[in-house]
């Protein structure tokens, strides 16, 4: 969909979030925040642990009160909702723990149509259906009559996306719900969140600490961090004004936006290794990891078979993998002679193949 097509069904100006203490004023955590929830846009809350995210999505929802300015839903001030009505309009998966441990998972799923069930709680058709398509679509059908108290974390996580999913609300809002999933069951939830937003014009607000996965799914990111305003833009133009790099404000990291990735402020390309560049870039990669460097006068050749260790020009022994060119490296730091070493003696081949 073209952004310029989309809706903003939740705005917030001004707003100032944060807790209301027992004694004197309350505890502010972020201030001055503005953004827009467009619906048929993924959208993922980025920023450092405890900056406050949690607490906006407790805002947003209404469990915590707005301390200053606002924030609407579909153009009426959040705090004037009913829950029920606010459930039809957005549904939340937080990462507290959840009670239901002797529920199926099909029952709690089904718990998600509470809204819109009548007063008995008796499913419609419809509200099968919505459960059933929301089972399919997270790919948890083999789970549908285990008990809660059963699931692995990482279930337990996509029966929770599953149940948001039956809510069927125009937002959905997850905080962390990729958080125990591993690397494909991550990218493929996250494509799944994508798609619902495209296909079924929602607007879906993920908290996430994950900015590899984000950059290649998201359509916006709000980049919040300690006593910034709120960064709010699409992801490649964040990445392009180098803003991304709030999240990364110490001095060992940074985000190379050639290649997308988070790595460590030493340059690889400082290493002089010539030859094949994908070896090369991984061999740089886990020496910087490693915090190992080559003596004066060494240059490293990567070629298909392995690495040629070249000492003024001239090729004085050559390893299979990288983990024995690091072995190397080590034993050189640390003083030691280095055919002491009888890994080394077994890795080392013959020059001149
Ligand atoms: N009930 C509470 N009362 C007072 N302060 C709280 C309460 N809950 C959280 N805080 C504080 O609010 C701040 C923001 O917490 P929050 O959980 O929103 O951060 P977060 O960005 O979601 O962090 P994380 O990435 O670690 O989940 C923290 O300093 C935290 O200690």
């Known amino acids: 969909m073209n952004p310029s097509q989309s809706t903003s069904l939740l705005q917030a100006r001004n707003l100032s979030i944060g807790y209301h203490v027992k004694k004197g004023a309350p505890k502010l955590i972020a201030d001055g925040l503005n953004f827009d929830l467009k619906d048929g846009e993924l959208t993922c809350l980025l920023g450092p642990n405890g900056v406050g995210k949690s607490t906006l999505i407790k805002t947003i929802m209404g ?17 004037y909702y009913r829950s029920d009505a606010l459930a039809k309009e957005l549904a939340v998966v937080l990462t507290d723990k959840i009670g239901g441990a002797q529920l199926t998972v099909e029952d709690l799923i089904a718990l998600g149509r509470t809204p819109h069930t009548n007063w008995l ?34 279930q337990l996580q996509k029966v929770m996306i599953a149940r948001a999913i039956a809510q069927d609300a125009g937002i959905l809002i997850l905080d962390e719900p990729t958080a125990h ?16 937003a495209k296909e079924s014009k929602k607007a879906i607000l993920i908290v996430t600490h994950d900015l ?42 940074f985000f190379d936006a050639a290649k997308g990735k988070v790595k460590l402020q030493s340059p690889a390309e400082d290493f002089p290794i010539q030859g094949n560049p994908t070896k090369a870039q991984w061999l740089a ?6 915090g190992l460097k080559f003596p004066i006068g060494v240059t490293i050749e990567a070629t298909e078979q392995g690495f040629l260790w ?12 990288i983990g024995e060119v690091l072995d190397w490296c080590g034993k050189d730091e640390r003083g030691r002679m280095k055919d002491e070493s009888p890994n080394i003696h077994r890795s080392r081949r013959k020059i001149g193949r």
């Not at 058709?125 to 790919?139: L, M, Y």
């Not at 990669?285 to 490693?290: F, G, P, Q």
């Not at 070249?310 to 993998?321: A, L, N, P, T």
């Open 285 to 290: 990669h886990a020496l910087v990891k490693n």
């Open 181 to 196: 999933l591993d690397l494909v069951n991550r990218f493929e939830i996250m494509f799944l969140l994508r798609k619902i």
């Open 63 to 79: 469990r915590l009160p707005v301390l200053e300015g606002e924030v609407r839903l579909k153009n009426q001030l959040i705090q």
């Open 121 to 154: 709680g008796k499913m419609s058709g419809e509200d099968q259906a919505k459960v059933d398509e929301a089972i399919a679509q997270t790919h948890i059908g083999y789970l549908r009559g285990s008990l809660i108290a059963e699931l692995s974390d990482g």
């Open 212 to 253: 590899e996965i984000a950059l290649e799914t998201a359509d916006q990111f709000w980049l919040m961090t300690c006593g910034e305003p709120l960064r709010t833009g699409l992801p490649e133009d964040l990445v392009c004004s180098g803003a991304i790099n709030q999240l990364l404000p110490g001095k060992e990291l």
């Open 310 to 321: 070249k000492e003024e020009g001239k090729v004085m022994r050559g390893f299979d993998e």
